[in-house]
């Protein structure tokens, strides 16, 4: 078996809540408390859970957005956690990140242009404007965007043409691992198929490894490999999407996958 | 938000705020047009015509000296416009800076933010009156000391708009992206305060006029020779039963001039938040 | 008489000088102790037809601008704020999405309860706290003696959502106008919320207008559906009938947009394109830029309502499913 690209062991991440201070203790949440999984290249791990979980906070965690308290996260063979930020800059590009919120997550004051170019200054994937300009409209097709989006700004597109836009931000990178956080929960069901469908394609044709965190079953069993399942900050089954779905094991798996609508089924009465 | 920011929106359908606007620019038009306006020489006295009520050739009338009071209303609004943009600048460049900084690198606003909880412990008055008794009376020490004044509130509010934008997911966005301290602070987070900041601006900017005023009136804020309304209030004081329009009509100017200002600061606030405007509910 | 009867509904919003209908002709209606489902995306003009129901439409931009609601024989849109509020207070009762934002935080829930009973009934406070504790025990809160002294912040999303169902069967409502209740929520907690309204529903007869964009939810909850696109309802049948033959093309859109749970789907049927925004005008059928199906007259020509069968409403020129 080859190496996996990730490798997580033992990861924790604990928040203290509360000030402290005078007369008063700091409590402590254990948001992640020891999660191990890890992804090959070319596949994609979906991480799903109810809200409060933890799931969001292993992918905050593995791109720096919060601090590990515990754990190991092997990226390539180098433990990306305790790395400073200036180590860890340059492997930004590698492990991308897509968020929730379209309508959040795209700075107002910033052209489509400008915002996709700052990512290819940084790293150094372009020498000039022309040359970012030409790799900025190549990704905007991928995404299924016009060019002449370019000089537009946030607020004039949708939902789903914000997302889509988040994702050419992530892909213009062409990195090897992405971290997508719930990408299309915010959005409309007809859009959110879209966007689904986009997410899919564009990870089948460049091979990146995904981590897919969700607490949308429906869009996991399409998209995943394999599943992992995260209750109270812990991973409390992980198997191949299948067996996830049609064999479950654990007992709050097996709750999760009872309590979604199907159709023809029928509550009460 | 609306990109870029124009100004037509702002005051339609305002009427109060546009003929704010139109005050202000009468002001604007006094102090760059000053010396082809005013009909006589704001510092010439003339013991002839000491006291003398209003009407021709003195429609304001003039003051103890006979200085024409008209002429000297003209030549102070100058000084509006010279302490009110001077004050707004070091208030913003000071206080925009101290309040994104701290609320941005956590250990260094714990410190910079508990000096400003001190100076802003002290009545704003009372701060400028003792910063004032420290220098000695000029136009740009004027300027400076209510810049700091008023550098305190603006950075407690810089703090707090950073904090919330720190947290906002564009700039995880731009973290992940690569985005360094400086990038995302001045790329991603300044841009978002620019027109809040415009808003404080507006505010700062009357708000520097009554603190002007005041020290003036006390006698510790423009030199005495310099024409400013303030002056013209504080000097002709002890005429008020005599030549009370010596006092009426440049504290009637600082009045409407800072009405005028908080109008159009209103207009400017309820401008630039989108949510307000496009608010449909339930759609 | 159904308990609900509204025909032909339009509602238009002002929007710098003129009126852009958002929603048009709306007939819908709903018998004792039945359950509507209205489904639809964001925009589709639901949430304006239940508030309109409600008469929460005051003070917004929006007005309604033709069309009738009849509840209980009474004509909704011909009585005055303050008759309506009287007659209807007690009659009618909705819920919303989020149950934070709908509860005050400063209050506690038992008092929050006790206002909303007080309001409509005349009773002692004793009796009313009574009848709250009544109530939180009816919405299944454990331990209600002891949680209706908590503050709104000291619950959990799910239980919120349980107070708020309380306060709007604080005096036993006809109809329960539950505006997308559960998307808030877990799915462990949507299903238990989802059980809770069904099961009042069975205990007190009432009738519930279920508006979600999960057709999965309106699958399992609903009597009936309406679904509805741009401000129009397009298809509209018995829950059976509709899942058993979905007949507008943006009803088999929808579907087709969900995953499925238990075999593989390679890729999504997903519709084209977006909902086009209020300023937008489409001339023929709202949806033919996005439909698989338009052909030239749907181009030209809006479409009008026709049965697929006798209670099985479609409004498309080229019906799919297999009565066609």
């Known amino acids: 078996m080859t190496r996996p690209l990730l490798d997580v062991r033992e990861l924790k991440t604990h928040f203290s809540i509360g000030r402290g201070g005078f007369m008063r203790r700091k409590s402590l949440l254990r948001a992640v408390d020891g999660v191990s999984f890890s992804i090959h290249d070319g596949e994609v791990l979906s991480l799903v859970g109810e809200s409060g979980c933890g799931k969001s906070t292993v992918g905050r965690t593995l791109t720096h957005l919060e601090t590990a308290t515990a754990g190991t996260a092997m990226f390539d063979g180098r433990d990306i956690l305790n790395l400073s930020p200036a180590e860890f800059r340059p492997l930004r590009r590698d492990i991308q990140m897509v968020f929730q919120d379209p309508f959040a997550s795209l700075n107002p004051r910033l052209s489509i242009e400008q915002m996709l170019a700052e990512p290819l200054f940084i790293h150094g994937l372009a020498r000039d404007r022309s040359e970012a300009r030409e790799r900025i409209v190549a990704t905007l097709e991928l995404v299924g965007m016009d060019a002449n989006s370019m000089s537009r700004y946030p607020h004039e597109f949708s939902g789903g043409q914000r997302q889509r836009i988040g994702i050419a931000r992530v892909m213009i990178l062409t990195p090897r691992l992405v971290i997508a956080d719930e990408p299309v929960s915010a959005l409309d069901v007809s859009i959110q198929a879209q966007v689904l469908n986009l997410i899919k394609r564009l990870q089948r044709d460049s091979g990146v490894s995904m981590l897919f965190i969700s607490h949308d079953l429906g869009a996991v069993r399409h998209i995943s490999d394999r599943v992992a399942v995260m209750y109270g900050g812990k991973l409390v089954e992980t198997g191949k999407t299948r067996q996830i779905f049609e064999t479950p094991r654990h007992a709050y798996t097996q709750r999760l996958l009872a309590s979604i609508p199907r159709f023809g089924k029928r509550i009460g009465r | 938000m609306s990109v870029p920011l124009s100004i037509a929106p702002v005051f339609r359908g305002r009427a109060l705020a546009t003929i704010g606007a139109c005050w202000l620019l009468v002001v604007g038009i006094a102090a760059v047009g000053a010396p082809l306006l005013a009909p006589f020489d704001p510092l010439e006295f003339d013991p002839f015509v000491r006291l003398s009520s209003p009407g021709w050739p003195h429609l304001f009338g003039t003051d103890h000296f006979g200085r024409d009071s008209l002429s000297r209303a003209i030549y102070g609004a100058r000084m509006v416009i010279l302490i009110g943009s001077g004050s707004v600048l070091i208030a913003l460049v000071a206080g925009g800076l101290i309040g994104m900084l701290s609320a941005y690198f956590v250990r260094l606003g714990h410190l910079l933010m508990r000096i400003v909880d001190v100076l802003m412990a002290f009545p704003a008055l009372l701060l400028a009156l003792v910063l004032m008794t420290l220098l000695e009376r000029s136009v740009l020490n004027t300027v400076i000391v209510i810049g700091i004044v008023y550098a305190t509130t603006t950075a407690r509010i810089v703090f707090g708009m950073t904090l919330k934008l720190k947290r906002d997911v564009f700039v995880d966005a731009a973290i992940c992206s690569g985005a360094g301290h400086a990038s995302v602070l001045f790329r991603h987070i300044l841009p978002n305060l620019v027109s809040p900041m415009l808003v404080q601006a507006s505010f700062i900017f009357a708000f520097a006029q009554l603190q002007a005023a005041a020290l003036d009136f006390l006698g510790l804020g423009l030199p005495p020779e310099v024409p400013s309304w303030g002056n013209m209030l504080s000097e002709e004081r002890i005429y008020v039963t005599r030549a009370p329009w010596l006092l009426i009509f440049p504290g009637a100017l600082i009045i409407l001039s800072v009405f005028s200002m908080n109008l159009v600061g209103d207009a400017l606030r309820d401008n630039i938040d989108p949510r307000f405007k496009d608010d449909i509910a339930g759609v | ?324």
């Not at chain 3, 003129?18 to 995306?41: A, C, H, K, M, R």
């Not at chain 3, 009936?224 to 009803?251: C, D, W």
């Not at chain 3, 026709?306 to 066609?324: D, K, L, M, T, Y």
């Open chain 3, 1 to 324: 008489m159904a308990l609900l009867d509204i025909r032909k509904l339009d509602l238009s919003i002002a929007r710098g000088g003129e009126l852009l209908p958002v929603v048009q002709g709306v007939s819908l209606s709903v018998e004792e102790n039945e359950t509507l489902g209205i489904v639809g995306e964001s925009g589709c003009g639901k949430s304006l037809t239940a508030l309109a129901i409600m008469g929460l439409l005051e003070g917004t931009a929006v007005r309604i601008a033709g069309g009738s609601v009849h509840f209980q024989g009474w004509d909704l849109l011909a009585l005055s704020p303050e008759e309506r509020r009287r007659i209807m207070g007690r009659q009618m009762a909705m819920i919303f999405q989020e149950p934070m934002t709908s509860l005050n935080p400063v209050y506690r829930v038992g008092d929050q309860i006790r206002e909303a009973i007080l309001q409509h009934r005349s009773m002692s406070r004793r009796q009313a706290h009574e009848r709250a504790l009544d109530l939180l025990e009816l919405v299944r809160i454990p331990d209600p003696a002891r949680r209706i002294d908590s503050f709104p912040h000291q619950m959990s999303g799910g239980q919120r959502q349980r107070v708020m169902i309380a306060m709007a069967l604080a005096c036993d409502p006809r109809l329960l106008i539950a505006d997308e209740p559960t998307t808030a929520l877990d799915v462990t907690v949507q299903k238990d919320v989802l059980e809770l309204i069904r099961g009042l529903q069975a205990r007190t007869g009432m009738s519930v207008v279920l508006i979600s964009h999960d057709l999965g939810v309106i699958s399992e909850t609903c009597d009936k559906v309406a679904v509805m696109y741009r401000g129009r309802i397009v298809e509209q049948a018995s829950t059976s009938a509709l899942f058993s033959n979905m007949s507008h093309p943006y009803t088999l859109g929808l579907l087709g947009s969900m995953p499925a749970l238990d075999h593989d789907v390679e890729w999504l049927d997903a519709i084209p394109g977006r909902v086009p925004t209020l300023d937008e005008t489409v001339l023929g059928c709202a949806f033919h830029p996005r439909c698989f199906a338009a052909k030239a007259t749907c181009r030209t020509e809006d479409p009008g309502a026709a049965a697929v069968s006798p209670a099985h409403f479609v409004r498309c020129h080229f019906p799919q499913g297999s009565s066609s």
